[in-house]
């Protein structure tokens, strides 16, 4: 068989190093198969074979007949423009003009009196290199690339720059040599880089590291809970949030894998001194140091990787943590951008959120953005629909209820054009209403009692946190809700009412542990499910499971139906 086969190949001619494509299978299914590559030929195996290196790192002996001549496409992407988010963003290396200011001017807050306004510019003033000195690495920490084991790094094929954009890129690049944040390198891979156009005409300059991180062991280092940013400092009247001035080019790159980031132009070849945008690990590696810099400060300032947040309950009390967070990044050599902090607001906007006074609302521009939506038309549009809008799923009383049309919609494998119905535009119109009229929750306050509202309907389970206020009155904290499966549908409804519980325990569970928590809920029989012994293994695992939490259940009638009316009822004023 063997024979006849070898009969029928063409003999093809390759050397040590070339580059190739080869047909492997797709699946267990031996007729679908695919071009893998770009490969590697080791070695010459016999007379119709050689031995490939795959991109993997594996090795395989491979027929000729299944092997081609790899040809790079150079320059068939070079370019990528702005206005195209919805297919994924994009890190690219900032501009560094214009990035300091050379002195305090005026720092504006209606929130201020003249007063206050002279206290915080004559502090600030104390420190003017902090706001003044160019980028540079800071004294502490550093990013290190860790490789995976036994894997050898690919060489991309690099985009050729278009000729109208090169003079730009040879600035942008000598900008970056004499601020000493990257060098001339002598790196054998290196990779490429890609213009995005933006609408003014400008360009922003793209490093592309996916070969890299794709063989990179990236660190699990815990990022921080944003929900639990928000609620926290949510809590105080007095914010300031500071914005460090290129934050990751103020982390040093070790220097053995400074190689590592060489990348091409059309003029040369250079490695980066600091920590560039792209790299895999390189958030966690912010996180971490920004972590290590406000330990001593944690009880009034956080950071969300170059983003930090300063709050206070009274003004005094703010001014002296300003100063102490002020300090400690002084200390450390950190940069900050004056134009971009906020001081001591009453509200702020902070993580895609507006808070402050013990309320949260989502950001304004956001929801502008959300009003302007037009009707999906791809399953991909409505992906990037579900995930704008999920953002802020918090603040809508059963959003998976809601939402279920349209995440029926991106089920399968299939591409193209969606089918849309009248089902579907209600469930797009629904949840743009809503989320144009969501009016702002509230922080938690850990000195009064929690209530957890909670309901299921035949499709999906909601729940409210909520405590009272002083007139009695419900103030909503944070809305959850989840769609049902196939099998879960199919539960009775004691059952899925008692889901509705546990699923509102759990995802509240940071904030209600070591707390008495009243359910409310508008089932009767579960009332009495902590009285009787329950005969549904589902009922018992139930009330076992919250054997773990204190707290009570109250019957109210209505208290979080279908349409959610009861939970709109809910004071957030």
Not at 141 to 169: A, C, D, F, W
Not at 263 to 276: E, I, L
Not at 489 to 514: M, P, Q, V
């Amino acid at each position: 068989m063997a024979h006849h086969y070898n009969l029928r190949s063409t003999k093809k001619i390759f050397n040590p190093g070339d580059k190739v494509i080869v047909l492997i299978p797709d699946s267990k299914n031996k007729l679908l198969a695919r071009w893998q590559g770009p490969c590697t030929i080791e070695s010459r195996r016999n007379q119709h074979s050689f031995v490939v290196k795959m991109p993997d790192a594996s090795v395989r002996h491979v027929h000729q007949n299944k092997m081609r001549e790899f040809v790079a496409s150079s320059g068939s992407v070079n370019v990528i423009f702005e206005g195209e988010e919805e297919f994924g963003d994009v890190e690219s290396t900032p501009l560094i003009e214009d990035s300091f200011c050379q002195e305090i001017k005026s720092i504006t807050s209606s929130d201020l009196s003249a007063t206050q306004r002279n206290e915080l510019e004559t502090m600030l003033k104390e420190f003017e290199p902090l706001f003044s000195r160019p980028v540079q690495p800071v004294a502490i920490g550093e990013h290190v690339i860790e490789l995976l084991p036994n894997v050898t790094r690919q060489k991309p094929h690099s985009y050729s720059v278009p000729m109208s954009y090169r003079r730009e890129v040879d600035r942008q690049v000598k900008e970056l040599l004499d601020l000493g944040l990257i060098e001339p390198s002598n790196a054998d891979v290196t990779y490429p880089i890609v213009c995005v156009a933006k609408k003014d005409a400008s360009i922003r300059m793209c490093i592309d590291y996916r070969a890299l991180n794709a063989v990179t062991k990236v660190p699990n280092y815990p990022m921080k809970d944003t929900q639990e940013l928000i609620f926290t400092a949510g809590m105080a009247q007095c914010l300031s949030c500071l914005d460090l001035l290129k934050g990751y080019y103020q982390i040093k790159m070790h220097d053995e894998n400074r190689v590592l980031t060489a990348f091409s132009t059309h003029n040369g070849v250079y490695q980066w001194k600091v920590m560039p945008f792209g790299l895999s690990g390189a958030s966690g590696t912010f996180q971490k140091i920004m972590n290590n810099v406000l330990r001593s400060h944690s009880s009034y300032a956080q950071a969300y990787i170059d983003d930090i947040i300063v709050y206070s309950k009274t003004w005094d009390e703010h001014l002296i943590h300003l100063r102490n967070v002020l300090q400690e990044l002084e200390n450390a050599g950190f940069s900050v951008k004056l134009r971009k902090c906020t001081f001591a607001a009453k509200e702020l906007q902070f993580l895609g959120h507006k808070i402050g006074g013990g309320k949260y609302a989502p950001d304004e521009e956001k929801i502008a953005a959300i009003k302007r939506l037009e009707r999906p038309k791809t399953k991909k549009d409505v992906r990037s629909v579900l995930g704008l809008m999920g953002f802020y799923r918090s603040y809508i009383p059963n959003y998976a209820e809601f939402a279920t049309p349209l995440t029926e919609l991106t089920k399968g494998k299939k591409s193209g054009d969606v089918k849309w119905g009248k089902r579907e535009e209600e469930s797009f119109c629904g949840l743009k209403k809503a989320l144009c009229e969501a009016t702002a929750l509230n922080a938690p306050d850990f000195g009064k009692p929690f209530e957890i509202h909670a309901d299921a309907s035949d499709y999906a389970v909601g729940c409210c946190l909520t405590q009272k206020d002083e007139k009695g009155n419900y103030r909503p904290i944070a809305f959850v809700s989840k769609k049902f499966n196939k099998t879960q549908r199919n539960w009775a409804t004691i059952e899925k009412e008692a889901y509705a519980i546990s699923f509102g325990f759990k995802k509240f569970d940071k904030w209600l542990h070591g707390t008495t928590v009243e359910i409310v809920t508008d089932h009767n029989p579960l009332k009495y499910l902590i009285e009787k012994t329950p005969k549904s293994p589902k009922l018992t695992r139930w009330a076992l499971a919250l054997q773990r939490w204190s707290y009570k259940i109250t019957h109210r009638p209505g208290i979080l139906n279908q349409d959610a009316d009861a939970l709109s009822r809910l004071q957030t004023k």
